[in-house]
């Protein structure tokens, strides 16, 4: 029999030349209507309310504390040890979680190395759900870059050699024909939120096949503690399709197979299959591709985004979003209306999917206020590891950069010249290159613009185009900075405190997820991600923007995220794409969405657990 997806992905990619989604063509369009309305999962009314948490169980003794989500450690009351049989279990004194947090602390202030402290919490997050969430939101900005860039890049390096337990699922290209039953074999029967790789790209860290793993668990790991998604409901998977990363392949200890990569007609029919599986088992869930090889990306979301909904490419689209929020709050920092963010003049370094992907994003937010397609695409200088993409680059460039290339300038023209040539506002990194961004450089942009915009985007740290201390340094404290992994304020000898902001796509994707699942939205477009990026832009008073601090800290992601869901929100109604049943309010009132979205977030703290009679 014909699966769903080889019957409507000929259909959809039909549909493909509208490149950007027009929900109102698509919601007017039968098939478009069957696929975005159908759902499994029975309909209820969602109000702003939410009942407190209670969890039943079953299990008895030490299978409750060998469950990360129903153990407390050394924190089960009274009356938890007597029902649940753990008398004698753990240690007689019941202790509250400030406890538990003083000592996990202690402990992962001992840990000599970052790796070291990246494996302690990983040991955590498989013991005690609860903890591990508590501290990680307690102590946000200290452990994310840790669990997340640039630790988790060091991390994947290493992960044959450092691997522990299991978590998530792996698909392999030998499982083919199998993934329909696979899926079964994940013990939680709901999932809301998927984050998926093949390990392609990670980081700029290159192919890192089956290590990919952490990848997909760090990024799980902020919708939890950054948005507030059930961490029982979340799924980490990597789809091993081989490496050809000869030292991994060749290497006894490598956990993927030692096979080189799948490719072409075999491999879309891989991921076509894998997704069809996933859908058969849970219609509804969010598919996040993340660090996908530009070669694929583009091809993957655009066949799978209004054929299988909801999906969404992390690096393209959440990072497009977060670099339009990070150049209107820029504006807004040099005393500019943001609509002024079309006569930006931007030079990006980087023509993979990530450059690309943030390259249209902004193309996208200068239509919105006012510009052109056309005027909007040439205010782009955008260069590959050949140098500009002028005529000659038509044959070496993915498509979706076509309408980049330029014909005023010579193919293949340095940074250095295009940067003098140009004099561009913005200069934005994401290339993978540490240090691209070289003194010279930086000091032409400082001679230019009173505030040069400098992004320096990659990821991890040592792949950053620049530092923050070395930016305001050439720039005597002139620049506007935000960078992909986390840099240190810099305060200049003169006393000056400059502000280093981070464009990381965090900021954006544990929002959007949030609004999908708690709204059941069917497909995620390109103009959720505008409205988000123009609310996380607004989030702080001028005076604070004027100072050079974009955007909240990363300890108040939670507060991001739910303004992020909220307007991600807003956009799902208009554009007719919810499909939970909700009261008219929050179809109508931004702030009742809001506290809606706030209302939804799971919290990290123990709740009563009930035993329940095993039948
Ligand atoms: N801050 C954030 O939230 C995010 C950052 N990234 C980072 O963006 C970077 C790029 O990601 P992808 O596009 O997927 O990688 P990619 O490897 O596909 O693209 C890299 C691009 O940089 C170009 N390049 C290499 N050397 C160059 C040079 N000397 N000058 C100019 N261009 C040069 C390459 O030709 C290619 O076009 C990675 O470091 C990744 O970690 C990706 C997603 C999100
Ligand atoms: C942040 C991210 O998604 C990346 O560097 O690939
Ligand atoms: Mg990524």
Known sequence: MPSFLSCVAPLCRAFRPLAIFNHKTHRQNPLFAALFSSSSRPRSTVSAERSREV?????????????PYLNRGTGFSADERERLCLRGLVPPREQQLEQQIKRVMATYYRQRSNLDKFQYLSLLMDRNTVLFYRILNDYFPELAPIVYTPTVGEACQKFHAIYRRTRGMYFSMDDRNHFRT???N??????????VTDGSRVLALGDLGCNSMNIPIGKLALYVSAAGLNPLRVLPVVLDVGTDNDELRENSLYLGLPKKRLKGQAYLELIDEWISAIRQRWPDVLIQFEDFSSDVANTLLERHRYASAPVFNDDIQSTGCVAVATILSSLRARGKPISAITNETIVCTGAGSAGLGVCHAIVDAMVDAGSSRDEAYSRFYVLDKDGLLGEGATNRVH?????????????????????????????LGLSGQGGLFTEQIIRDMAKFQKQPVILPMSNPSDASECTASDTFRWTNGRAIFASGSPFNNVTLGDGQLCHSNQANNVYSFPGLGLAVTALRISCVTDSMFLAAAKRIAQLLPDREVQNGLLFPPVKDLRSVSAEVAAAVGM??????????????????????????????????????LVAEQAV
């Open 571 to 608: 956009v799902a109604v208009e554009e007719g794409l919810v499909r939970e049943q909700i009261d008219d309010k929050l179809r109508t009132d931004a702030k009742a969405m809001h506290a809606f979205m706030h209302s939804q977030m799971w919290q990290p703290k123990y709740s009563h």
């Open 186 to 195: 994940w013990p939680r029967p709901h999932v809301d939120v998927i984050v």
């Open 55 to 67: 969890i039943k169980t079953k299990q008895r003794r030490l299978s409750v504390i060998h469950d």
């Open 399 to 427: 498509e979706s950069a076509h309408k980049f290339i330029r014909s005023d300038l010579e193919d293949g023209m340095k940074l250095e010249d295009v940067v003098r040539k140009v004099q561009p506002s913005i200069l």
């Open 182 to 184: 696979m899926v079964y």
